[in-house]
């Protein structure tokens, strides 16, 4: 019977990193990249990544679901949730991206870190009508609000781009860029 309450706890000691979700908080410092606070949790759990930048009206949330590969980015001030495909190229994978929330390696800019990678996508004017095939997370997410699907434009470059762009500096790690109409901009 001991022998069972042991070995039981030290399951229970070696699955609850496993299961566990992470948060941190960063800042910006004022800096003119205008990112706000941001605050980042990880939940192995569930595979999602959850990243809210509060910034007064310019304030957004990011969720990265790694097991649909789909993110959604919410933006306040334009009443709409973006969708889009994660690319796992540019975004650091769940594991990676835990083991910079747990070690507070998320510094931001400055020298000696690389600048983050820039994405851009292209919003589809036309509104999403069924969440469910982008996971429960998001759903959870966006339901309610007017979604628009993303699609990324590779190669792009914003000096190229005429149209409006919302920019979203996640954690130091990916600028990703929206650019396109929804109802609300």
């Not at 957004?60 to 334009?78: E, M």
């Not at 975004?91 to 998320?106: D, H």
């Not at 914003?158 to 996640?170: D, H, M, Q």
Request: glycine share 8%; aromatic share 10%.
């Amino acid at each position: 019977m001991k022998l069972t309450i042991v070995f039981i706890g030290l399951l229970g000691v070696l699955l609850i990193p496993a299961l566990a979700e992470y948060s941190i908080n960063i800042s910006d410092n004022n800096k003119s990249s205008g990112s706000g606070q941001q605050s980042v949790s990880v939940n192995n759990e569930h595979n999602v990544a959850n990243v809210d930048n509060n910034n007064g009206w310019n304030s957004w949330n990011t969720l990265w679901d790694y097991k649909t590969g789909f993110a959604a980015t919410r933006v306040f001030h334009k009443k709409a949730c973006i969708v889009h495909k994660m690319n796992m190229d540019a975004m650091p994978s769940l594991k990676a991206l835990t083991v910079m929330v747990k070690e507070k390696k998320l510094q931001g800019e400055g020298p000696g870190n690389p600048p983050p990678k820039g994405l851009m996508y292209s919003i589809n004017p036309n509104k999403v009508n069924n969440l469910d095939k982008f996971g429960k997370s998001i759903v959870s997410m966006c339901r309610g609000i007017p979604t628009y699907m993303a699609e990324e434009i590779q190669g792009a470059s914003l000096f190229f781009y005429s149209g409006k762009c919302f920019n979203a500096n996640i954690l130091w790690i990916v600028n990703v860029s929206f650019c396109g109409r929804t109802e609300e901009n």
